[in-house]
Structures are given as C-alpha cells and as structure tokens.
C-alpha cells in the first residue's frame, strides 16, 4: 500500500519546483524555453503564439498554487484508488 498523502506531497513539491525553474528560465532565457516547446510540437508552429511581455510576477504565482493544487488531487485520488482497488 502506498501512502497517498505522502506520495501526494512528493509530486506536489517535484512540481512545483519544475514549475519555478522553467519560470525563471522563461525569465532569463526566452528563447531557450521557446525552442524547447518547439521542438516538442513537431510539426506545429509555435510563432504565432510568441509573447513579447513578460508573464506578470502574480499571474506566475496563481500559476504555481494552481497547478500544486491539481498536482497534489490528481495524485493523491490516483494513489487513494490504486491502494483500494489493490486490495481487492
């Protein structure tokens, strides 16, 4: 049996890092992050999307509480199912 809360917490706080550290990257180097998330849509363009402002520094901190927030219920109903189901 895994412990969904700590499980939970863990990807929580992995995320959130990632989540820091590809802002700040977004910071400091555009055009690093740019060429990344082109590289990962293969036959898609990504220029008509390109932004030409910074993201505001509040708008990256709702960012950061949301996607810990959807992090830590996905993984923590994932883990709470998977030790129910596994214990049939």
């Avoid at 989540?19 to 400091?28: E, H, I, P």
């Avoid at 709702?62 to 927030?69: E, F, K, N, P, Q």
């Amino acid at each position: 049996m895994l412990n969904a809360k700590a499980f939970a917490n863990a990807a929580t706080v992995v995320t959130a890092v990632f989540y820091v550290v590809c802002w700040m990257l977004s910071v400091l180097f555009p055009e690093v992050i740019f060429n990344i998330g082109r590289s990962w849509m293969h036959t898609i363009s990504l220029d008509s999307v390109r932004t030409t402002t910074q993201m505001p520094v509040l708008t990256a901190i709702w960012g950061l509480l949301t996607i810990s927030a959807v992090t830590w219920v996905t993984v923590y109903g994932t883990i709470w199912l998977y030790n129910r189901w596994a214990r049939k």
